[in-house]
């Protein structure tokens, strides 16, 4: 792997005060993956410098999601305690994997006990997804590849308990409500989120299956994600453009999606009964990094999202507009722990980890400059802080723009560090995710 290093130095648009705190923002992120590093792998948040309580006792875990997606984004990141974290990572979920195939949604770090389900008890799918693709960048990025030959068999249930989702055989998964990342938030049956992160599972256990040598069953699903791929942008970009003439193959123009003409960005949920309208922020940039859509369509998802101010006051609010009380798609539970109030957590708040995806995906469209002066303002988020200085913290309120979330986030760190890195990869060339 060609090591990558962070050089603010270059950005020659900038003001010497701003090259300076890219770099000080950068050592600081590192800084808050290391104070996320324990004997099980990567904490949520900082043990040290959150005090938790009730239902919070659960950040003192090993999360599946946290985890591989701290992994994933700090792998171009030479530092041997962190290389040993994101190797206890894998260990301590892949230990406690259920004879069926279910990884934990976290593990405490405490007691080592797990736990497969979040707020409700219900099931956390999106944890097992972010661990195969977290595996498989592993193992691509430093060519180590010992720990997939050692856990294939394990792998191969994960792939096997995710599949058993599509429980119509239609290609995409269904999933049940608030059993995601956003787990206090009422989507449910075709999730965005979850489905662009279901294609790229196939397409990494594939790639996995094709370095070990069983090529049948890498074309297989290989085969399989190209299907999902097509299936996808049938139901979540609305199109009366006749299918011989779209940009891309897919999507035809369903009957449930009929009242939104020509969509702009892919929608956040369908279902056979309604759709969501909403932009999925979240979802949708992760959709262009995974190249599950194509330049020109991300470019209209980012010119609809940048009249809409989603990065204003911060990098950036995970979902436009936000639900408010009254909506059809308001639930009561929005309000349990005051988290699902109109722009906050999930609700439209601000999170870092989608703030540094913005950026990578402003980039990967072309508009380097653009992406370093988002960079920038993304760091002065994260210098932001409830009682210090450079707390990124896990989300801010998505109008004061002010942090609400935990401290020291390693997900909120580490997508910091990811934005760092690929702004100094050719836009051509980027290997997401």
Not at 45 to 63: K, Q
Request: some cysteine.
């Amino acid at each position: 792997m060609k090591s990558i290093r962070f050089r603010p130095e270059e950005y020659r648009e900038l003001t010497e005060q701003d090259q300076s705190l890219l770099a000080l923002s950068y050592d600081k992120a590192i800084d808050t993956i290391k104070r996320n590093i324990t004997p099980r792998g990567f904490s949520a948040c900082s043990l040290a410098d959150n005090t938790v309580y009730g239902t919070d006792e659960n950040y003192r875990s090993v999360w599946a999601r946290d985890g591989s997606i701290t992994v994933i984004y700090t792998l171009e990141l030479h530092d041997d305690d962190i290389r040993q974290a994101q190797l206890d990572t894998f260990e301590t979920l892949l230990k406690h994997q259920s004879p069926t195939g279910q990884i934990p949604a976290n593990v405490r770090i405490d007691t080592d006990v797990p736990d497969y389900s979040g707020v409700g008890g219900i099931a956390s799918i999106d944890s097992a997804m972010w661990l195969v693709i977290a595996l498989s960048r592993y193992a691509t990025i430093t060519g180590d590849w010992s720990i997939v030959h050692k856990h294939i068999e394990r792998i191969q249930r994960v792939m096997d308990w995710l599949s058993a989702h599509d429980s119509n055989n239609c290609g995409l998964l269904e999933i049940p409500e608030a059993s995601d990342w956003a787990d206090l938030f009422g989507y449910s049956y075709h999730v965005l989120y979850d489905e662009v992160l279901w294609h790229r599972s196939l397409v990494c256990f594939g790639q996995m299956l094709k370095k070990l040598g069983d090529e049948e069953r890498a074309n297989d699903y290989l085969g399989h994600s190209e299907f999902v791929k097509k299936v996808f942008l049938r139901k979540f970009w609305p199109s009366t453009i006749p299918a011989g003439q779209q940009m891309e193959d897919g999507p035809a123009f369903t009957d449930t999606q009929y009242s939104l003409g020509d969509a702009r960005y892919l929608v956040a949920q369908v279902s056979p009964f309604s759709f969501s309208w909403r932009c999925d922020v979240f979802g949708n940039l992760l959709a262009y990094l995974t190249d599950l859509v194509n330049k020109e369509r991300a470019m209209m998802t980012f010119r609809f999202l940048w009249g809409t101010g989603v990065n204003e006051p911060g990098l950036v609010k995970n979902l436009y507009p936000p639900v408010q009380a009254g909506d059809p798609e308001w639930r009561s539970y929005y309000t349990v722990n005051l988290m699902n109030l109109p722009n906050h957590y999930h609700n439209g708040g601000i999170w870092p980890l989608v703030g540094g995806m913005w950026v990578r995906a402003i980039h990967k469209l072309g508009m380097e400059d653009l992406a370093r002066r988002e960079l920038v303002k993304l760091a002065v988020m994260c210098r932001q802080g409830i009682s210090n200085e450079w707390e990124f913290n896990e989300w801010h309120h998505g109008v004061t723009g002010r942090p609400m979330g935990k401290a020291f986030q390693a997900w909120s760190a580490a997508s910091y560090i990811k934005a760092c890195h690929d702004l100094h990869v050719d836009p051509e060339s980027l290997d997401h995710p």
